[in-house]
């Protein structure tokens, strides 16, 4: 038996709200789908700042946390959240990450034996992204 039935969402901590929105709706191709917290009502109730922005049909949460997130060393480490995409789409994204002068390692061929190609990049928040293609595309 399956205790997992199907991926509705994951949600990470960020350390600024709307720089997270630009950066996964640019990048991603992302749709903010809902915004909570940003009312009296949502705050008296003891809601915290979030945003949910839907992703090739999923949604990602992004929520302002209260502490700062420290900058990451390096475009490489855990957790990382990978990607698949066509190489149309790579070569999109990495223009896109150009022009948030973010810094990339890749492309890089067979980096993984699933992988034909692979970039690895950092969100705003530090987040280790990896989007990766299967050369099938």
């Known amino acids: ?13 960020v350390n600024d709200l709307v720089a997270a929105e630009e950066f996964y709706e640019e990048v991603f ?4 789908a809902k915004r909570n917290g940003l009312n ?28 700062e997130r420290p900058k990451p060393k390096t475009v490489r480490g855990t957790p990382t959240y990978s990607f698949t995409t ?3 789409g790579l070569e999109e994204v ?4 150009e022009r948030w002068k973010v810094p990339v390692e890749g492309p890089v061929a067979n980096a ?22 299967d050369g099938m595309q």
Do not use: W
């Not at 700042?49 to 946390?65: E, M, N, S």
């Not at 990495?94 to 990450?97: F, K, N, R, S, T």
């Open 94 to 97: 990495a223009g896109a990450l």
């Open 112 to 133: 993984h034996a699933f992988a034909a190609e692979s970039i690895c990049f950092c969100d705003p928040a530090g987040y280790v992204i990896q989007y990766i293609t």
């Open 40 to 67: 009296v009502r949502q705050r008296i109730h003891g809601s915290v700042p979030h945003t949910f922005i839907t992703i090739a049909g999923k949604r990602i949460g992004v929520y302002l946390q209260d502490d």
């Open 86 to 88: 066509t190489r149309k």
């Open 1 to 13: 038996m399956r205790l997992v039935q199907a991926l509705d969402h994951f949600v990470v901590p």
């Open 29 to 32: 191709g992302g749709l903010v």
